[in-house]
């Protein structure tokens, strides 16, 4: 459903800082695919994931999404069904607005744009027994500042509002790291229950090596640009840690060197 051919992104091309983030890279991606993304620090994951949201276009190459042609889609178009999440819990939520504010405003975005479109008394509905999915009492607290969540909570949040109209890709690059141990556990288990119910395609970059190994179907290894291992369904059967950090310096031809990289759960 995703097909990345040769795609190429070089940062400040011609100076001193000129650095190949992505140097030709390929990826197909079939649908229902749960991918997990690991790599050294500045191997090009979020630069990856950039690419595909329309942060920037690319230098060459091509980005297909369902068979439609998405390079010179502006991001805000895109936006509409790739969803993402983030490292830091500050950012997709707009703190001075509540709870149903923001909800709101995931909801009128991602679906069909109608002129003067309005949230309804079923929508409000919809959004308490989505709240309540969490447990974690958010549905008692629609009128609250999201400001004033906890890390934990407003992931949770974030979580929701990307995946209130289910888009057709998420990507979520390193959305449990920030928080502490058992808030990325409860934000992970949600993940994979929304991904799960929805039938969601999804890339997630991740430095917990035990996650990328038992998480969705398929692990991806990045190195300077491009990816160098690819290991789908069977091939990660019984895989520990170790045959994984193995597999990376085969590929690399250097250690895994990420700064948060956590080697059990
Ligand atoms: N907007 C930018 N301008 C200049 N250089 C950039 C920009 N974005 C990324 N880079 C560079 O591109 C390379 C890849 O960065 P990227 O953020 O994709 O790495 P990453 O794999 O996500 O690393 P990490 O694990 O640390 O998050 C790095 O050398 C980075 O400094
Ligand atoms: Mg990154």
Known sequence: ?????????????????????????????????????????????????????????????????????????????????????????????????????????????AGETKPFSRITRKDREKFRDELKRLDMGLEDRMNTAVGTLSGGQRQALTLLMATIVPPRLLLLDEHTAALDPKAAEKIMALTNEIIERNHTTCLMVTHNLHQAISTGNRTLMMSDGDIILDLKDDQRKGLTIEDLMRKFREGAGEALDDDRILLSD
Request: proline share 4%; net charge negative.
């Open 1 to 109: 459903m995703l097909e990345l051919q040769n795609l190429t992104k070089t940062f400040n091309p011609g100076t001193v800082n000129e650095k190949t983030a992505l140097d030709g890279l390929n990826l197909t991606v079939n649908d229902g695919d749960f991918i997990t993304i690991v790599g050294s620090n500045g191997a090009g994951k979020s630069t990856l994931f950039n690419a595909v949201a329309g942060v920037f276009l690319v230098d060459s190459g091509r980005i297909m999404l369902d068979d439609q042609n998405i390079t010179f889609t502006p991001e805000y178009k895109r936006s509409k069904y790739i969803g993402r999440l983030f490292q830091d819990p500050l950012k997709g939520t707009a703190p001075h607005m509540t709870i149903e504010e923001n909800l709101a405003l995931a909801f009128l975005r």
